[in-house]
């Protein structure tokens, strides 16, 4: 999985997490005047991210970031890391510079369990409704972000622009449970029973892992990239990806997988991020 250092440390003081509702206003003078208060009502800017305004707030007791782009494209895009920020961020700060948003919700050791997705929800309200940006995002999950995007895609089809996983775990009887090729977390497998509130029993035996829960994602049409190492011994690509793909196409979804011959789980995304950005641009343009 990505080095512990790849989870950020965010200053602790909360920020306020309610502005003034971007409904109800005359004019598109009033309304951009509104999306400057809505922003001031996070901390002010935490600092400079690779050369973007960052700005924290608190959502659900959780931490929470966003970045801002130097000038916001039409409608306002953003894209939604659920792990790991700031790890091999050059897609990230590519799209950046198209006027991308950067969006980020700590949820360490959560796992894609439904409290997660719970607290996804409030933050995807506050961004949308509060701060403007697009009812639909796209969602980035690396390693066992993958477990947060696909489940919070299957539960909110309708807010979900596109996918871009990387490495992604699709099924934590693979990671962390290690019940085929890869070792698993012995720890992180007893945490994930604990938020999830399942027996090991009722774990191998669970629906809703994201390569046995496509269905709603085919249906609202979203499509998937994946990037992964066809020699990943941490999140076997066979028992998440390639299963992932086969089963999405079988519903008729759209999938790429971009496999890095003699790559292992690291490193993640791909040195030059341009087929990830056109892939994103390509799926969120108006």
Not at 34 to 44: G, M, R
Not at 72 to 83: F, L, M, N, V
Not at 94 to 100: I, P
């Amino acid at each position: 999985m990505p080095p512990p250092t790849a989870h950020p440390v965010l200053p602790a003081t909360p920020a306020r997490t309610t502005a003034p509702s971007l409904t109800n206003v005359a004019g598109p003078l009033a309304a951009a005047a509104l999306w400057v208060t809505a922003l001031a009502t996070l901390t002010a800017a935490a600092g400079d991210w690779n050369g973007y305004e960052q700005r924290d707030t608190v959502v659900d007791g959780r931490k929470c970031l966003l970045v801002l782009p130097k000038s916001p494209a039409p409608g306002k895009p953003w894209i939604w890391r659920t792990e790991f920020f700031g790890h091999e961020p050059q897609g990230d700060i590519a799209l950046l510079g198209k006027g991308f948003h950067v969006a980020y919700m700590d949820l360490s050791n959560l796992y894609g369990a439904p409290v997660a997705l719970d607290a996804m929800d409030k933050f995807h309200a506050q961004l949308t409704t509060e701060f403007g940006l697009a009812q639909k995002t796209v969602l980035e999950g690396f390693s066992r972000g993958g477990l947060f995007a696909f489940n919070w895609a299957a539960r909110n089809p309708d807010k979900v622009a596109a996918i871009y996983v990387d490495a992604p775990v699709c099924d934590f009887k693979s990671w962390p449970g290690g019940k085929g090729k890869g070792n698993g977390s012995g720890g992180d497998w007893k945490r994930l029973l604990g938020v999830y509130g399942l027996t090991e029993e009722q774990a191998l035996a669970y629906k809703l892992n994201p390569v046995d829960n496509l269905a709603p994602l085919a249906k609202a049409k979203i499509p998937i990239l994946s990037v992964c190492g066809e020699a990943d011994k941490t999140v076997p690509i066979d028992e998440n990806t390639r299963l992932v793909e086969s089963r999405y196409k079988q519903l008729g979804g759209e999938i790429v997988v971009i496999a890095k011959p003699n790559c292992d789980h690291h490193p993640h995304s791909l040195k030059d991020p341009t087929p990830i950005v056109d892939f994103v641009l390509k799926h969120t343009a108006k």
